[in-house]
């Protein structure tokens, strides 16, 4: 009996779900949806461009290629929502919750993202052309591959971020906290990096011709294979990197640390990274050595730190 009252009961409430995820939307919405509960509800067949959806609930919805230009989404929830190739030119959301939204192949051209919260979002083939991303959180958020130049991403936070294969030639990143990002083959030539945290980050393969790093932090950084030739990296600590393989043929490493010496390593500022803090003593000691340059590829225009002896295992090139 107590076993047909569940299976009972476990069908209101599924009907109940569907019921209220295929109900109307309140009167007047859209446009007007200020502050509606539309959680779990599917809302493909609806227009909300120009639509007003400040501080609403739309957690876990499916806008799916739904049409929100110009809509106005500030304080909404959107959290783990379907944005999948939404219309989301000229959108404004401000201090919008997009945790874990999947917003791929959408377009935001346009859009107004300050202090967005898109930890863990999905944002692979996104247009983000023009898109203002102060005090965003993009920790953790899928960006690989996309098309990056000239989008302003300094004032973003970008902790792990996923920017495997991305285009950021040219782009200004100075001051910002990379670390644990990937950015395997990642296209960063030409790029302002001065001062960047790159702690354990993953830039294996990437292109870093004539960027210019003086002043970063790139502490246990994979470098194996990347194009620092004509790179700038006066003054960057690179103890435990991995250089092997990297070509360094006209960097400048003035002033860089190379060397581990545990009675003077500091890491200045960067001691702050949370990366750096939430370490514990072995992940410490298993990053703290030598930068690896096993077969680096250097020549007589690169410039080494004072009294630094170039190991036998990089390669000298003419």
Partial sequence: MATE????????????????????????CPPDCMGANLMNRGLTAYNFQNAQLLEANLRRANLSAVNLAGADLSGA??????????????????????RKTDLGEANLEN????GANLN???????????????????????????????????????EGTQLAAADLSGNNLSGNALSRANLSGA????????????????????????????????????????????????GVILVGAKLNGADLRGADLNGAMLVYDP??????????????????????????HDADLRGARYNHATQWPSGFRVPDEATLED
């Fill in 5 to 28: 009252q569940r299976s009972r009961c476990l069908a209101f409430c599924l009907f109940a779900s569907v019921i209220a995820a295929c109900s109307s939307l309140p009167a007047g």
């Fill in 77 to 98: 929830n959107l959290a783990e929502a379907n944005l999948r190739q939404a219309d989301l030119k000229a959108v404004r959301l401000i201090g919008a919750d997009l």
């Fill in 111 to 114: 859009a107004d993202l300050r």
């Fill in 120 to 158: 863990g979002a999905n944002l692979v083939g996104v247009q983000l052309m023009g898109v203002t991303l102060n005090a965003t959180d993009l920790t953790g958020a899928k960006m690989s591959g996309l098309d990056l130049r000239g989008v302003d991403l300094a004032p973003a936070w970008l």
């Fill in 187 to 234: 296209n960063l030539s030409d790029a302002q990096l001065l001062a960047v945290w790159f702690n354990l980050a993953n830039l294996n393969g990437a292109d870093l011709r004539r960027a210019i790093l003086n002043g970063s932090v790139l502490y246990g950084t994979n470098l194996a294979g990347a194009d620092l030739r004509n790179a700038q990296l006066r």
């Fill in 263 to 288: 009675a003077t390593f500091d890491l200045g500022d960067a001691a702050r990274d949370t990366v750096i803090i939430q370490m514990n003593e072995g992940e410490r000691a298993a990053v703290n």
